[in-house]
């Protein structure tokens, strides 16, 4: 318990108000129709795309999740499944932030130091309002996941339970949020 809340007070301490991560407020951008591109250049032309998917598999694989899928098929099958939930996550997040008015594509810090990490962490729970530059909570993002979470249901064994949809929902944010800080500090895009 001791562990819980001192890793709680660190992120509490990590995703504080701008005003700790000294970054000046976004410009504002006119608001862009061309959610296709955008929605490329976040998935297949993204070099960490190509790699968070086999990444993704091998864990998987190594872990034995689910046991259900085994030998050669159940890496095949691993990474289908998790190529499926790196596909819906993108189309959900990209979808639900057209009319929420976010920004999906990564905005790098304009600030230095550690101040660039919490920035990248804090990515995974605020995101930018493409009409003033505003931050609001990351709804998006956080029905995408759960939503993969939950559709992957259709693919994954019977065995792939409420528990799961839970556990793989906090391993997609823990991920994200290392996507997002590889973003701001290797700048790959």
Known sequence: MKHLLLFLAALAATLTSSRAFAQAPIEPQQPTYDRLH????DTV???????EIPAAGAIDQAANEPEE???SSG???RNGSNALKVISVEVIDHALAVPMHQRVTYDPCTCSGFARFGHALSRVF??????????SP??????????TTTLANMWEPPTYTAHDVVVSSAIAIGATAGIKVL???V???
Do not use: M, Q, Y
Not at 45 to 51: D, F, K, M, T, Y
Not at 138 to 147: A, D, E, T, Y
């Open 75 to 77: 890496f095949a099958k």
């Open 69 to 71: 899928w085994s030998g």
């Open 183 to 185: 973003k701001e500090f």
């Open 126 to 135: 605020v995101a930018v309002d493409s009409r003033d530059g505003h931050l």
């Open 187 to 189: 700048h790959i895009h």
């Open 38 to 41: 955008e929605f490329l250049e």
């Open 45 to 51: 032309r993204s070099p960490l795309w190509w790699i």
């Open 138 to 147: 990351n709804v998006p993002l956080w029905v995408s996941i759960v939503g």
